[in-house]
């Protein structure tokens, strides 16, 4: 698996992801796909200052991006999250993209306390959460793309070893 930084290239793969119900289906929905191109300026804009990771999640035996995982700070947080298209659910690609990029994140130093916040009805991102080391921190109600949904909050100290 390779793990790439977003590029200006990937807008149809933004919308593949963001504006499919199945894929938006524990995000609350949908996104409006007049709203992408934005997102993905913004995104790419993150990248280059260096505030976020936003990486693109590409298999071994394909050139085409399956999902990504993303690292970034809001609110006196880090927080990462990841989606990967059904084509490509059940390889452990998203496993392994959020120990990667734990891993990345326990040699760089500055994250702290990464959080996460998978849909309460999301079995298999609650799953990742358990699998990379990640402690129960609660229940809540989160917003993402301007719609609440209810999660499970889940925390993993990047400082202290794998």
């Not at 609350?28 to 300026?41: C, Y």
């Not at 993150?46 to 399956?66: H, L, R």
């Not at 306390?113 to 109600?141: D, K, Q, V």
């Amino acid at each position: 698996m390779l793990l790439r930084d977003v590029e200006p290239a990937d807008l149809a793969a933004y919308v593949r992801m963001r504006c499919d119900p199945v894929m938006m289906t524990e995000l609350g929905g949908p996104q409006p796909r007049e709203r992408i191109p934005g997102q993905l300026q913004r995104d790419l804009e993150t990248v280059s200052e260096g505030s976020a990771w936003i990486k693109m999640i590409v298999p071994d035996d394909s050139m085409q991006v399956a999902g990504t995982v993303t690292l970034y700070s809001h609110d006196g947080i880090s927080e990462i999250g990841w989606m990967v298209l059904p084509e490509f659910r059940g390889r452990g690609l998203a496993s392994e993209a959020v120990r990667v990029v734990l891993g990345l994140a326990r040699a760089d130093g500055r994250w702290g306390l990464i959080h996460a916040f998978p849909s309460r009805t999301n079995a298999a991102s609650n799953a990742i959460c358990r699998s990379a080391g990640f402690s129960p921190a609660g229940e809540e109600e989160t917003t993402f793309a301007g719609r609440t949904f209810q999660t499970n909050h889940w925390v993993v100290d990047s400082s202290a070893p794998a």
